[in-house]
């Protein structure tokens, strides 16, 4: 569930295009919240660039770091 396919990871992928069904099935497979793509941009970021504010609420009760910062120093917030 952590592997990487073309640059992210299925979390991103999922978390970016909103399927909150994926991204609940990731998290009850373990999957960790906080791998970085080759930009910083963690789950978080992609649900920020995805405008998925639903995303970012699961992503967030589920244990995520909100403030994680990329390589260009941005939180979630920032996008």
Do not use: C, W, Y
């Not at 995520?64 to 939180?75: E, I, V």
């Amino acid at each position: 569930v952590n592997g990487i396919f073309a640059g992210h990871t299925p979390l991103q992928a999922a978390a970016q295009n909103g399927h909150l069904d994926i991204i609940r099935l990731l998290i009850q497979h373990h999957v960790n919240l906080e791998i970085e793509d080759k930009d910083g941009d963690r789950a978080v970021h992609h649900a920020a660039f995805g405008d998925e504010a639903e995303v970012l609420e699961l992503l967030a009760r589920s244990g995520a770091d909100l403030n994680a910062r990329n390589k260009r120093r941005q939180t979630a917030l920032h996008i």
